[in-house]
């Protein structure tokens, strides 16, 4: 990445009712939902009822299909298929690593191909979600950075990788069968590819449509989102969304931020701070994550941690520090710090009363790991024209 990269984010987004064909019913929030029943046949006075009864299929019971629908009339589910589809993104292939953790790519409209890891842990089970195919943000020490095709996810492509997940984690419960109250998809956290708060509205109603106790259910203090630091969109945030926060802040100077994060030329670090102050408040919610990415040389000097602690005590910040050791990808600009130094910087942290934990990479083996999405990807197209080229094809 070039330090002088732009800030943009001039990114197409793909409009929710295409022309023609029929609707994808999955991504609507409730009001839009009873919109296009309306708009297609289903008499006003019936369409929350309606509502309250497709949305408990799709997100209860995860059903697809809507003759499955039995609590409808069979007349008006056949009207339903007419009009309206069920729809997440394919599954292209799944990897699952030697510690469990799943990497999955899905497709996308366009043929748009995205990444979506869950990380199983003792007794609960964490997605990570993408928010954007690619990212418009050039961070330089992350790899879904430098790729340039960048597409913002529609709502129904991001709740629809959490469907998704529970189709492979056959999570989908029963009717009639007690609840199964130790969930394999406890977490979300939307720390894949892209950067959240620049597809604000979708990410918003998609984590919604998560969290809607008829459905999926998810609590907001399960749902971490994960920003760059879009300082405009933090307070919306905590108001639209109530979710966990956490900030990639990655450096104690604005000089060494606006290279690691260049989106700081824009926000500088104080500002940034300021807004994480206010949004426990504004939230309800709990501790703010700030992750750090521990880089050989860069920001990873005793100094560096003093200076962090210092000014997440003068903003007051409730706060932990997420460490995480640099998974490194092919031409990368930077090394991993050494064990020593990681856990001498945590030990500054600690001694001054913020939880430090060191984040242990995860499925490094399938490239999984943070940071590391899109390379795979890529080198599983290369790696496809190869076979082809050898094979003649
Ligand atoms: N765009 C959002 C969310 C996606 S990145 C954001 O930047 O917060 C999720 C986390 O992985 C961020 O904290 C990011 O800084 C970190 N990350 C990116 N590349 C990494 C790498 N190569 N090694 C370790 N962490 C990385
Ligand atoms: Fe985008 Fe986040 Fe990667 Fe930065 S770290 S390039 S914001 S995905």
Redesign the pocket.
Known sequence: MSAKAPITQDVMTIPRKLPEGPINLVGLTRAQMREVLIENGTPEKQAKMRVGQIWQWIYQWGVRDFAEMTNLAKTYRADLAEKFVIEIPEVVSRQVSEDGTRKYLVRIAGGHEVEVVYIPEEGRGTLCVS?QVG?T?T?S?????TQKLVRNLTSAEIVGQIMMARDDLEEWPVPGEPKDETRLLSNIV???????LYNFDNVRDAMKIAMDPEGISLSRRRITL???GVVPEIARTAEEIGCLL???F?ATTDETRDIL?PINKRWKIKELLQALADYPRASNSERITF?Y?MLEGVNDTKEDAHRLIELIKEYNIPAKINL??????PG?PYKRSSGNRIHAFADIIYKAGYASPIRTPRGEDIMA????LKSATERARKSRKQIEAEAGL
Request: charged letters at 10%; proline letters at 5%; hydrophobic letters at 40%.
């Open positions: 928010s990212c943000l961070c020490f992350c790899h879904t950075g939307l720390m894949g590819m892209g950067e959240p994960s920003t760059s956490a900030i990639s990655h994060v992750e990415v995480i050791p640099f998974n490194e990808w990368a790991a943070c940071g590391q």
